[in-house]
């Protein structure tokens, strides 16, 4: 069965410095990969996709994301981090009809500190 | 991006009644929408899936009696959580797309918190 593994629980980092979210996928064929971000009381909000083509996706708010097959890793970039951008982060395999079923992570807790 | 609405937002009920949780998709015609649990400090859990006028789709270990899933129309799906015990407090979350056979993005609700006492 597929699985989706986060190995960070939380993470902090200063505001300005960068970012790396680590993400690991078990599946036996290459998957549609997502990455959500979730902030308190507000649903999740789609930061950028995986289907095919480019490894290296660009997503909403500065966020890219890039695909290592050798690795099964799609992990979650950004150059500069803003206070703001503390959340929940979830990594989603899309199996099924054309990725529509997703399989979330466990998400990493992003805390930013001044 | 499309707008998914759910109400309560937060329920608290005595265990052993019934509760109703409304999906709304608000500005497009929600073909699929998907029912998912999240525990706390835990990741979103899928419960099951359900297309527009058909029965529900239950993932394994989901109770469907327990969790009774109607879609009736295109923006609406509510999800009843009959006879709750404090073991089914959890964070409800609905999730809902336009289309059926090609990729199209699941646009998600904001969550109801359900506290069973």
């Known amino acids: 069965a597929q699985s989706v593994t986060q190995p960070d629980i939380h993470i902090t980092v200063s505001e300005g410095a960068s970012l790396e979210l680590r993400c690991n996928y078990s599946y036996g064929a290459t998957p549609y990969l997502f990455w959500y971000v979730q902030s308190p009381g507000q649903g999740l909000q789609l930061l950028l996709k995986y289907f095919s083509g480019d490894t290296l996706v660009q997503g909403i708010k500065g966020f890219e994301a890039e695909f290592k097959r050798s690795q099964s890793s799609f992990n979650l970039r950004k150059p500069s981090v803003h206070w703001s951008d503390a959340a929940e982060y979830f990594c989603a395999v899309g199996l099924g009809n054309a990725g529509n079923m997703l399989t979330f992570g466990g998400g990493t807790r992003l805390m930013v500190k001044p | 991006g499309a707008v998914v609405s759910q109400h309560p937002s937060r329920v608290i009920c005595k265990s052993g009644t019934s509760v109703k949780i409304e999906c709304r998709s608000l500005?497009?015609?929600?073909?699929?929408m998907f029912w998912y649990r999240q525990f706390p400090k835990q990741s979103l859990m899928l419960m099951a899936t359900?297309?527009?006028?058909?029965?529900?789709?239950?993932e394994q270990g989901v109770e469907k009696d327990k969790f009774l899933i109607n879609h009736a129309s295109l923006t609406l799906s509510t999800l009843t959580v009959t006879s709750a015990h404090p073991e089914d407090s959890s964070f409800y979350i609905c999730?809902?797309?336009?289309?059926?056979?090609?990729?199209?993005?699941?646009?998600f609700g904001p969550g109801t918190r359900l506290t069973v006492l």
């Open positions: 500005d497009f015609q929600a073909t699929t």
């Open positions: 359900s297309n527009e006028g058909s029965k529900a789709t239950y």
């Open positions: 999730s809902a797309r336009p289309g059926t056979v090609t990729y199209n993005e699941q646009f």
